[in-house]
Every structure is written in structure tokens, then in C-alpha cells.
């Protein structure tokens, strides 16, 4: 009975999975809809098209959005050992630091930084989460923040924008400088950590964290912004 039980509740989550996937991806065409009619506001206006028209024209932009957005969850990701939570070696953080940037450690490079976010690859993706079984974007960035740096950033994308860094150009990134991405078209909504060779580590919807590069199509055209962490708010807390 127990048993019945447990198989029973299992497809309870997975029915959940797939209500809140369904929600989420028609709540990224609907943004990407609005992001299309905002950005050709003057151009429907001044050929005055008929709301048929407008809801055509939308529904194809949306709908190749989607497909991009698609595509690029279907991508092969960068794959990378899950190693235990073990204090690595020279050799172990070369080899891990290869492993994620594709290129051996720089002088610079962070070992604390390189450990803590291979130890995180394949943590499955959990919204409002932040633990090692599952985890958002904000939520495996300030995990990785407290554990590489012992920084206490905040548990939200924008805030972390707004409060924890200060703006740098995409030409200016360095290893541990965070990226922000605008991914419906309405602001700030997801975060990841910069590597090195244009990689970046994040917690995706789909694959969990992971590393993804920016030459990627879908992620270059999202990116909003980078940041530097202000290491002046180390000693508050942050903003809840």
C-alpha cells in the first residue's frame, strides 16, 4: 500500500512538473508577443493595422521566439564531473577549470569559486529554491557567492542588480562577475556567474545548473547586463 502510495504522489509531481512547464512557456509567448507590439508600436501605428493583423504578426514572432527558445534548450550542454565536497588539489582545479571554461586557470582564477560551482553541476532546476536538491538561478548564485567569497547576496535577480553589483561593460567580465539576462522581454529575470572563454555558469529551467556559453543565439540575445559584486555591503544583510 505504501508503495501504491509513493508511486501515486511521484505522479502527482510529475503532473505538476508539466502544469507549471505548460504555464511557463505560455507565459514566455505572451512576453515575447508584447515585447514584439512594444518595440513596432510606431510602425503599427502608422500603417493603422486591424487588431487581426497585430494578433498575426505577434503570433508569428511569438511563435519563432519559441522556437529559438527551443532550440536552444535542446543543446548539447557542456558537460562536467560531479566531484565530492572535497577540498581539490592543484591538479584537480586545473583539471575542473578546464573542464568548465574549455582553458587552464588564469593566476587570478578562484579555486574556492571553480570548486564550489563544479560541485553544483547537475543540481536539477527548483523554482523558489535554493539547496542541492534543486535550485533557481538567484539561488545557486548566492549559494556559490557564500561558499567561494562568503558574500551574503541577495535571494533575487534584480535585487542583486540593483543593491549587490556595480554595472561593467561584457568586454570588461572577469571570472566571478555575474550576468543578468532579460528572458521575457520585461526586465531582469535571470542570473548566472561569469567563467572565463565566455562561459558562464547558471541554474537553467530546463537542465539544471550547468554552463552555457554567450556566442549562444538565445543567451546573446537576452543579455542585459553585467555586474561587478560592491564588496561595501559584505557586512549588511541584504534587502529581503
Keep these: 500500500m505504501q508503495r501504491i502510495a509513493n508511486q501515486f504522489w511521484i505522479v502527482l509531481q510529475e503532473i505538476a512538473k508539466l502544469f507549471w512547464i505548460i504555464v511557463c512557456e505560455i507565459a514566455f509567448l ?31 514572432w511569438s511563435v519563432w521566439a519559441m522556437y529559438r527558445h527551443v532550440q536552444q534548450q535542446q543543446e548539447k ?37 571553480t570548486q564550489s560551482i563544479t560541485e553544483w553541476i547537475g543540481v536539477p532546476y527548483r523554482d523558489n529554491s ?29 535585487k542583486m542588480y540593483e543593491q549587490d553589483v556595480d554595472p561593467i561593460e561584457k568586454e570588461e567580465l572577469h571570472e566571478g562577475d ?15 556567474i561569469y567563467l572565463q572563454n565566455g562561459r ?7 537542465r539544471g545548473v ?12 537576452c543579455y542585459y547586463s553585467s555586474g561587478r559584486v560592491n564588496r561595501e555591503f559584505e557586512e549588511d544583510e541584504p534587502t529581503p
Design 130 to 158: 535554493d539547496s542541492r536538491t534543486g535550485t533557481d538561478c538567484s539561488g545557486f548564485v548566492r549559494n556559490v557567492y557564500q561558499e567561494a567569497y562568503g558574500l551574503n547576496l541577495n535571494r533575487n535577480a534584480l
Design 210 to 221: 550547468t554552463i552555457d556559453s554567450l556566442t549562444n543565439p538565445y543567451y546573446s540575445d
Design 30 to 60: 505572451l512576453a515575447r508577443a508584447g515585447k514584439y507590439l512594444y518595440a513596432h508600436r510606431k510602425q503599427i501605428a502608422t500603417h493603422r493595422a486591424t487588431p487581426w493583423v497585430i494578433i498575426a504578426l505577434a503570433t508569428v
Design 178 to 192: 555575474l550576468i543578468f539576462f532579460d528572458t521575457f522581454g520585461s526586465g531582469i529575470s535571470h542570473v548566472g
Design 77 to 113: 550542454p557542456i558537460v562536467v564531473t560531479r566531484i565530492p565536497t572535497v577540498l581539490i588539489s592543484d591538479s584537480d582545479f586545473q583539471q575542473r577549470h578546464i573542464q568548465l571554461t574549455g582553458q587552464p586557470p588564469l593566476p587570478e582564477s578562484n579555486k574556492a569559486l
Design 200 to 206: 558562464f555558469a547558471h541554474a537553467s529551467t530546463s
